[in-house]
T-cell receptor
Framework: KQEVTQIPAALSVPEGENLVLNCSFTDSAIYNLQWFRQDPGKGLTSLLLIQSSQREQTSGRLNASLDKSSGRSTLYIAASQPGDSATYLC??????????????FGSGTQLTVLP | SQTIHQWPATLVQPVGSPLSLECTVE??????LYWYRQAAGRGLQLLFY??????ISSEVPQNLSASRPQDRQFILSSKKLLLSDSGFYLC????????????FGQGTRLTVV
């Protein structure tokens, strides 16, 4: 059974800092890995999707890496801003028994960027 | 462009009452559809998924059921709610069998009292 762990559970940084969020998973037989952002009381916004054959993806100030063999992914946020404050969720995609893609989520990292 | 709609946004229901949450997707055909639940302080848990009309798979035994009466409509139901059914329910969709990105709705906050 796939298990996904995110460290740290919470992080507080001053504005302008670069930061790294960590995600680890136990089963390396994955299809892809997706990073999401969740604002309080809201749904999930997809940030980056990394296919299992890829090593990293970039979007603006965000860079996500994937090391499937070691079961790790990182989300790097450059020049953090107060608007980046949210919970960041890592989700690993695999195929369930019914052949539909299933996401297994970590518990998230709650990020606070202080102005 | 594709959009996903979930309603209602919030719901307060007494124990023992029925439940019906609806999710619809626009701008795509034959999507995979999912219901997740996010309990307070815990990660998202997959409840149901569907690869086509009338095809429902359940990931965990529970007090809930799901139906897909139309290609882009996914409904989460219960005949009698329990206190433990409280949580944040999220609908999601994706295309294909493996590599596609998943997109989520804005969620429904259900409080059972």
């Amino acid at each position: 059974k796939q298990e996904v762990t995110q460290i740290p559970a919470a992080l507080s940084v001053p504005e302008g800092e670069n930061l790294v969020l960590n995600c680890s998973f136990t089963d390396s037989a994955i299809y892809n890995l997706q990073w999401f952002r969740q604002d309080p009381g809201k749904g999930l916004t997809s940030l980056l999707l990394i296919q299992s054959s890829q090593r990293e993806q970039t979007s603006g100030r965000l860079n996500a890496s994937l090391d499937k063999s070691s079961g790790r992914s990182t989300l790097y946020i450059a020049a953090s801003q107060p608007g980046d404050s949210a919970t960041y969720l890592c989700a690993v995609g695999s195929i369930s028994s019914g052949s539909a893609r299933q996401l297994t989520f970590g518990s998230g990292t709650q990020l606070t960027v202080l102005p | 462009s594709q959009t996903i709609h979930q309603w209602p946004a919030t719901l307060v229901q007494p124990v023992g009452s029925p439940l019906s949450l609806e999710c619809t997707v626009e701008g795509t055909s034959n999507p995979n559809l999912y219901w997740y639940r996010q309990a307070a302080g815990r990660g998202l848990q997959l409840l149901f998924y569907s690869v086509g009309i009338g095809q429902i798979s359940s990931e965990v035994p529970q007090n809930l059921s799901a139906s897909r009466p139309q290609d882009r409509q996914f409904i989460l139901s219960s005949k009698k709610l329990l206190l433990s059914d409280s949580g944040f329910y999220l609908c999601a969709w994706s295309l294909g069998q493996g590599q596609a990105e998943a997109f989520f709705g804005q969620g429904t906050r259900l409080t059972v009292v």
